[in-house]
Each structure stands twice: as structure tokens, then as C-alpha cells.
T-cell receptor
């Protein structure tokens, strides 16, 4: 158990719909990262938040957005869903790099999204 | 920007065989290096990490990795694999200027009894 929690575990929805995935980082971690993993694209970095602020963007579609709240949990919003958005969505958290933190990320169990 | 190459996409071994998975990163300087493992249907778990010091690092489940600065490599090794090592293995490099982990494309390991 990494200490990172994600809900829900599974999500089945129809094309065109909107869903929200939730992540709670490990206690003390300020950074939250979102990844998408699919068979054809592999592991893709989507977006990073640090202490409530967006820090870095990866291959995130405009239909997707995220935020990190004052209690440091994060939500990933996926809208106008397409069949190709079916994937595993992982959240990870880490300490800031520096004393005690060297960049390693700890991953949550993931949310499996199926768009039908 | 940093990039990571894992040249072995799919490795098939019998139990008790030795394992070496290659990982190369694109440029030098201070690097923090990681290997993650993803068992079927599970999330990524940290296997081992290198920050500084002894270039031979030991991780969980009998895995080790060697950092060779001159070759920009961080290969993962295990002397004798087990069926339970069947998984996907990801090498990653921490990019200091962006605070991001750069992952390789992964190597799928299948171990047959």
C-alpha cells in the first residue's frame, strides 16, 4: 500500500459524458501527478500540481482538466468522453525534491475508465 | 529534455534464469534514477532508486541495478527470476528543472515455470 488513494476503482460511462476521478496523496506529499495508461499509448504523463498550483503539463487533452484543493487532494475531470479515453488513470504523489525527497513518486491503485 | 530508452520491449525467461533489463537516459549531470514494477492488474511500485554514492543499488525482491555514468545507463538485474516476477518494468529519471519523472516505455517480462 503506497498511501495514495484513488476513487472510484472502476468507472463505466457512455461517450459524451463527463466524469471526475479523485486522488488523495500520501500524508506530507505536496505534489500530485496524473497519468494515463493504455495498451496503445503506454504510460503518459498528464499534469502535475504542487501545493494547489499547476506545475507542469504533459499530454493532456483540452477536454481534460484537473485541480488540487487546499487539503491537497486532487481531481481529474474528463469531459466529452470518447471511446479512446478508455484507460487506466493513475495518480501519484511525491515530496518536493530536496532533503528527504529525491523525486520518487508513489502511485495509487488507479481508476479503470471504460467508455462505451 | 531528458529521455529514457528501454531497449528490451518483451523478455521471456524460464524460472531460475538471470535477468538484465537495459535502461539508458539521454544526458548527464546529476541524475536520480528509479526502477518501477507493475504486476498484472496493479499499479506501479518502486523497486529501487539511485541518488548518489555506491553505483550498485539493491532493491526489493532480490533486484539490483548498476548506475554507469559513462554509459548513461542504469540496468536492472536479478540473478534468478521467479514466476512471480512476471510484470512490466519501467525505468525512470527525475528531471530536476521540471520536477517530473521521465519514464521509459517499459519492458514486459514473462517468466515461465
Amino acid at each position: 500500500d503506497s498511501g495514495v488513494t484513488q476513487t472510484p476503482k472502476h468507472l463505466i460511462t457512455a461517450t459524451g459524458q463527463r466524469v471526475t476521478l479523485r486522488c488523495s496523496p500520501r500524508s506530507g506529499d505536496l505534489s500530485v501527478y496524473w497519468y494515463q495508461q493504455s495498451l496503445d499509448q503506454g504510460l503518459q504523463f498528464l499534469i502535475q500540481y504542487y501545493n494547489g498550483e499547476e506545475r507542469a503539463k504533459g499530454n493532456i487533452l483540452e477536454r481534460f482538466s484537473a485541480q488540487q484543493f487546499p487539503d491537497l487532494h486532487s481531481e481529474l475531470n474528463l469531459s466529452s468522453l470518447e471511446l479512446g479515453d478508455s484507460a487506466l488513470y493513475f495518480c501519484a504523489s511525491s515530496l518536493p525534491p530536496g532533503p528527504g525527497g529525491f523525486g520518487e513518486q508513489y502511485f495509487g491503485p488507479g481508476t479503470r475508465l471504460t467508455v462505451t | 529534455a531528458q529521455s529514457v530508452s528501454q531497449h528490451n520491449h518483451h523478455v521471456i525467461l524460464s524460472e531460475a534464469a538471470s535477468l538484465e533489463l537495459g535502461c539508458n537516459y539521454s544526458y548527464g549531470g546529476t541524475v536520480n534514477l528509479f526502477w518501477y514494477v507493475q504486476y498484472p492488474g496493479q499499479h506501479l511500485q518502486l523497486l529501487l532508486k539511485y541518488f548518489s554514492g555506491d553505483p550498485l543499488v539493491k532493491g526489493i525482491k532480490g533486484f539490483e541495478a548498476e548506475f554507469i555514468k559513462s554509459k548513461f545507463s542504469f540496468n536492472l538485474r536479478k540473478p534468478s527470476v521467479q514466476w512471480s516476477d512476471t510484470a512490466e518494468y519501467f525505468c525512470a529519471v527525475f528531471e530536476w528543472n521540471t520536477d517530473k519523472l521521465i519514464f521509459g516505455t517499459g519492458t514486459r517480462l514473462q517468466v515461465f515455470p
